[in-house]
């Protein structure tokens, strides 16, 4: 039983996580009308002290672990004690959150922003990317062993999406270990959900995985550097951009998991490959041919 003396601080918060699915009739490639489940997507507009700051799409199973993740990584409010409370409101879609004494310098924070790749479209403010420059992340070794047992584990966890679909899935993870799994419409809420937890819980990311069905966009790249994590794992594939990012942060970069093939696109010298697969003549699926080396 945790000393309340030192558990982490938390505001003040309602629990007005939705449903994710929806039942709803369609017809099947026979003609036949079956009942099926959709994704729920909700707007969810986020106001700190009554000033409006954006409005996100969302499944909204986490609406208060989003808001507080989005206010995090966008570096709002860099402190959890500075907030009192978090509100949802679904009625209203609007997540209230008030503060004990005000946020300075709203106006030059949201005066510049840039609309994202992100599913239903991010957004990055201006004081995000100049937060990146002070970001310093540890290098993890990660064991080629522990990464197949992890994406493993992982398989258990896409519930929302084996039942309905149009989903991404995002997790913290340490080693084979999951500690936290969310399903959102965008890629980008998932992961500013995970933050908002991570702040409740008072985890730190050092030591930490971060995992994502979506592709590792710049946007990705950041929300992980500003969570403390230094180490992407993606089934997707990553952009040009972020792989740039994540050089310079120091970010371990894998992506395109399939099986056991995958593709570490930065921080290779971070992998002990101690359980490579059987050497195909060509691996299937593989985004690059295997060259040949002349004798």
Request: charged share 20%.
């Amino acid at each position: 039983m945790s000393n309340p003396d030192t558990a982490p601080y938390r505001p003040q918060m309602t629990q007005a996580g939705l449903n994710p699915t929806h039942p709803v009739m369609a017809v099947d490639e026979f003609g036949s009308a079956r009942e099926v489940q959709v994704a729920g997507e909700s707007p969810l507009t986020l106001y700190v002290d009554d000033r409006e700051i954006v409005t996100l799409m969302t499944l909204g199973t986490h609406p208060e672990a989003l808001a507080l993740g989005y206010l995090r990584t966008q570096r709002f409010i860099q402190d959890l004690s500075a907030i009192r409370s978090v509100e949802v409101n679904w009625a209203q879609e609007s997540a209230r959150i008030t503060t004990f004494h005000g946020v300075e310098g709203w106006d030059e924070k949201l005066k510049r922003r840039t609309v994202t790749t992100g599913c239903g479209q991010g957004t990055v403010f201006s004081c995000t990317l100049d937060a990146l420059y002070t970001v310093r992340l540890p290098q993890v070794q990660l064991a080629q062993s522990d990464l197949y047992g992890l994406l493993e584990n992982i398989q258990q966890h896409n519930d929302i999406y084996r039942r309905a679909g149009a989903v991404h899935g995002c997790a913290l993870c340490r080693q084979r270990e999951i500690l936290m799994f969310v399903e959102d419409v965008g890629r980008h809420n998932a992961a500013d959900a995970i933050a908002g937890r991570m702040w409740l819980d008072g985890l730190a990311g050092g030591d930490k995985i971060f995992y994502t069905t979506g592709r590792l966009t710049s946007e990705i790249v950041m929300k992980s550097a500003l969570m403390g994590i230094p180490v992407l794992l993606s089934r997707s594939g990553v952009t040009h951009m972020g792989l740039e990012l994540a050089r310079e942060l120091g970010i371990t970069m894998i992506a395109r998991t399939k099986g056991r093939h995958f593709l570490v696109y930065h921080g290779a010298e971070n992998i002990r490959f101690n359980d490579p697969p059987e050497r195909l003549r060509e691996a299937p699926d593989s985004p690059v041919p295997h060259t040949r080396v002349p004798d």
